[in-house]
């Protein structure tokens, strides 16, 4: 079965750090770019980074660069991101969802993860 | 940034009943490829967000027929033939054509 699960919320007080994790399985996750999705509550989705197949090209929105980092082990099948400096704003679902592939083909973000919730709160 | 717009907010439907969403771009998602890059997003409550169309017309794996999406260029409509009770949730168009990707504010499908 194709899926990602990801782990690593929490609660975390201003200016703290949390790691969240992704672990795929069911498809070669090193053909595809991948990338975090947040919810936050109460109102939309909100698109936070990708990162490519091969962990050497990152993007992020303009509300995380600078605190975020996104990586990935292809070895181990998983996503990560780094989140630093967390504010208050940052709160809501974590979803890891999958993208194009390594070849330009895309389908849709087609996997979605149950997410994993970070609560910034003091 | 991309901006994208979506109309109604809410919609109140009647199962059995069409609907649609419209979905407009403050850019064109018309690529090189031919490809519009808008895709369509449901999340339902207490759900995960699921996939319903990409690339403005295809429908995602395991859609229902009932759904439908069109447009080229700015303007985008997600159709639904007959509203059944389970399609209740929050509606997004996303554009992946440039980064930062970006969402519309969402619609809320209701069963009146």
């Known amino acids: 079965e194709v899926q990602v699960v990801e782990s690593g919320g929490g609660l975390i007080q201003p200016g703290g750090s949390l790691r969240l994790s992704c672990a795929a399985s069911?498809?070669?996750?090193?053909?595809?770019?991948m990338h975090w999705v947040r919810q936050v509550p109460g109102k939309g989705l909100v698109w936070v980074s990708r990162?490519?197949?091969?962990?050497?090209?990152?993007v992020y929105a303009d509300s995380v660069k600078g605190r975020f980092t996104i990586a990935r082990d292809n070895a181990k099948n998983t996503l990560y991101l780094q989140l630093n400096s967390l504010r208050v704003e940052d709160v809501g679902v974590y979803y890891c969802?999958?993208?194009?592939?390594?070849?330009?083909?895309?389908?849709?973000?087609?996997?979605w993860g149950p997410g994993t919730t970070v609560t910034v709160s003091s | 940034d991309i901006v994208l717009t979506q109309s109604p907010l809410s919609l109140p439907v009647t199962p059995g009943e069409p609907a649609s969403i419209s979905c407009k771009s403050s850019e064109s998602l018309l690529h090189g490829n031919g490809n519009n890059y808008l895709d369509w997003y449901l999340l339902k409550p207490g759900q995960s967000p699921q996939l319903l169309i990409y690339l403005s017309s295809n429908r995602a794996s395991g859609v229902p027929d009932r759904f439908s999406g069109s447009g080229s260029g700015t303007d985008f409509t997600l159709k639904i033939s007959r509203v059944e009770a389970e399609d209740v949730g929050v509606y997004y168009c996303m554009q992946p054509l440039r980064t930062p990707f970006t969402f519309g504010p969402g619609t809320k499908v209701e069963i009146k």
């Open positions: 969802t999958r993208g194009r592939t390594r070849w330009g083909s895309y389908s849709g973000m087609d996997v």
């Open positions: 069911g498809f070669t996750f090193s053909n595809y770019w």
């Open positions: 990162i490519n197949s091969d962990g050497t090209n990152t």
